[in-house]
């Protein structure tokens, strides 16, 4: 089974670009999704989440809160790694597994959207990777309303990640995803049709 990549910084639209290759007919395996499932209440990356960033970081339910995990790792780098190191092992392996199940399930293509490809010198482990960008001022209104925080703190956390036109010329495609949703659509529709036809190699 071949595999790629698709990345983009925060706010750029890459889940929703993502939705868009699984309707194109190509599965993608959904890496914050694993990370979900591996930090849920019961799950040992959850318990050491708590350990080291306190017990203020949990919901009442004794599930993670994102968000205020989130304004905590996004404001030291330090901590943005001590949570990679509890989290990551756990995340790659379930990847492998959902890999695996496609593969065992007959489909030729797989997508594993991922935040950190680049980050962490993971482009090689793909035939190649898909940037998802936008304009600037896009990106900073779409994380201040998906997520609710002032646009001060919205940028802060867009700055504290790798710059997206530096993701876009480390990719081997790119799709903006500043304007309509059929533009977008067209440009992951004709992305997804060299996806199919590719080789190893090529």
Not at 122 to 151: H, N, T, W, Y
């Amino acid at each position: 089974m071949r595999v790629f990549g698709l990345t983009g910084g925060i706010g750029t639209g890459k889940s929703t670009v993502a939705e868009m290759f699984r309707e194109e007919g190509i599965p993608v395996v959904d890496a914050d999704r694993i990370a979900r499932e591996v930090t849920a209440p019961g799950q040992p990356s959850c318990g050491e989440i708590a350990r080291t960033f306190g017990e203020g970081v949990l919901l009442p339910g004794g599930g993670i809160d994102r968000v205020k995990l989130g304004d905590i790792v996004f404001a030291d780098p330090a901590k943005r790694a001590a949570l990679e190191e509890i989290t990551h092992p756990a995340i790659a392996a379930g990847i492998s597994d959902a890999l695996s199940r496609l593969e065992s399930g007959g489909h030729p293509v797989a997508i594993v959207e991922a935040a950190l490809i680049h980050e962490k010198g993971r482009g090689g482990l793909f035939e190649s990777v898909i940037a998802v960008r936008c304009g600037k001022v896009l990106q900073v209104r779409r994380l201040v309303a998906r997520d609710g925080i002032p646009e001060e703190q919205a940028l802060r956390r867009i700055a504290s990640q790798m710059d997206q036109e530096e993701k876009a010329r480390a990719s081997e495609h790119v799709i903006d995803n500043s304007g309509n949703p059929e533009s977008t659509r067209a440009q992951v529709r004709a992305i997804a049709a060299v996806l199919k036809r590719a080789r190893p190699g090529t």
